[in-house]
Nanobody, 118 residues
Framework: QARLVESGGGKVQAGGSLRLSCQTS????????MSWYRQAPGKERELVAS???????HYGASAKGRFTISRDNERFAAYLQMDNLEPEDTAVYYC????????????WGQGTQVTVSS
C-alpha cells in the first residue's frame, strides 16, 4: 500500500528557511517522479517543484532561485529546501509521487502546513 508522509512544516518569519521531507513506502520509489505542490486558502493547488527518477528538476515560477528539490533513492524520500521564505509562501505543501510507467499510479501525502509571517 502506497504511503507518503510529509514533515518539516511549521511557522517561520519572512526570510527564514524550512526543509520539508516526504517519506514514502509501498511504491517503487526509483521509478517515480517526486513533486511538491502547495495550496493556499482560496487558491488552486500549484506545482512548486519536481524531480524525475533521473534527477531532472523543474521549478514553478514561485520557487525558482529560492527552493531546492532533492531525492534520496536509498531512503525512498524526497525533500524541499525552502530559503528566503515570503508570506506568500504560506500554504499546505503536498508531496506527490507519479509513476514514470503507469500514469494511474499517482499518490499524494496528507500535506504539511507552512506559515510565513511578515
Amino acid at each position: 500500500q502506497a504511503r507518503l508522509v510529509e514533515s518539516g512544516g511549521g511557522k517561520v518569519q519572512a526570510g527564514g528557511s524550512l526543509r520539508l521531507s516526504c517519506q514514502t513506502s509501498g511504491i517503487a520509489f526509483i521509478y517515480h517522479t517526486m513533486s511538491w505542490y502547495r495550496q493556499a486558502p482560496g487558491k488552486e493547488r500549484e506545482l512548486v517543484a519536481s524531480i524525475s527518477k533521473d534527477r531532472y528538476t523543474h521549478y514553478g515560477a514561485s520557487a525558482k532561485g529560492r527552493f531546492t528539490i532533492s531525492r534520496d533513492n536509498e531512503r525512498f524520500a524526497a525533500y524541499l529546501q525552502m530559503d528566503n521564505l515570503e508570506p506568500e509562501d504560506t500554504a499546505v505543501y503536498y508531496c506527490n509521487a507519479l509513476s514514470s510507467t503507469y500514469a494511474d499510479r499517482n499518490y499524494w501525502g496528507q500535506g504539511t502546513q507552512v506559515t510565513v509571517s511578515s
